[in-house]
């Protein structure tokens, strides 16, 4: 017979937040996930309320400045809160990664008119996936891989399409996103990624 160890409420409760999770209003919301985390991980429940929670929070813009709908905290502060929410319930944390790696990119190249739509699109609470790594090609994340996957024009669907075997990435199954970054080779190159969302 499957037993549950349940969390103990008034434990989560009292975990010592970072003042960034206490400043963003963040810290009653991760003490109720640290409150259902072992039950979630025991009957595999899916965590979607549970990052759609925090989407409709503003989690996803916590990066974004404030002049520009996000929180503006710093990249600091990002490593605390997200360590405080893995303190809660490490697959949730885990779900934001990926989106985090898209805004941390194009932040880099914020006057790109690219990242100009990638920021604007994240301080509306809109998710990134990320889809870069490819069965057969080596070591996920390894440098220097040319993309597998091909890039092509569909007429039929007035649209790029993208095709290859990409390697599942955790997150991106259990995050209500919105688009995928992904990275793939064009017709005109075989050798020179292109990135997409």
């Known amino acids: 017979m499957l037993q549950v160890s349940t969390f103990d409420a008034s434990a989560a409760a009292q975990l010592d937040w970072h003042p960034v999770t206490r400043r963003l209003d963040l810290a009653s919301l991760f003490a109720d996930f640290a409150a259902g985390a072992a039950e979630r991980d025991v009957f595999r429940r899916p965590i979607f309320e549970e990052a759609q929670l925090l989407k409709e929070r503003g989690f996803g813009a916590v990066r974004i400045p404030v002049n520009q709908g996000g929180a503006g905290i710093t990249l600091p502060d990002l490593f605390a809160l997200a360590r405080d929410l893995a303190t809660a319930d490490p697959n949730i944390a885990h779900v934001f990664r990926n ?4 805004v941390e990119q194009h932040a880099k190249t914020a006057a ?3 990242s100009q739509r990638v920021l604007a699109l994240a301080a509306q609470n809109r998710m990134f996936g990320v889809a870069f790594s490819e069965a057969g090609g080596g ?3 390894s440098r220097g891989q040319v993309p ?3 890039l092509r024009w569909s007429d039929a ?9 990409k390697i599942y990435s955790t997150g991106n199954i259990s995050s209500p996103r919105h688009w995928m970054d992904e990275q793939a080779r064009s017709p005109s190159s075989s050798c020179r990624p292109k990135r997409m969302a």
């Open 148 to 150: 597998g996957s091909a």
């Open 112 to 114: 790109e008119p690219f």
């Open 139 to 141: 070591p996920a994340g």
């Open 99 to 102: 989106h985090f790696y898209a």
């Open 157 to 165: 669907d007035g649209a790029y399409r993208v095709t290859g075997t």
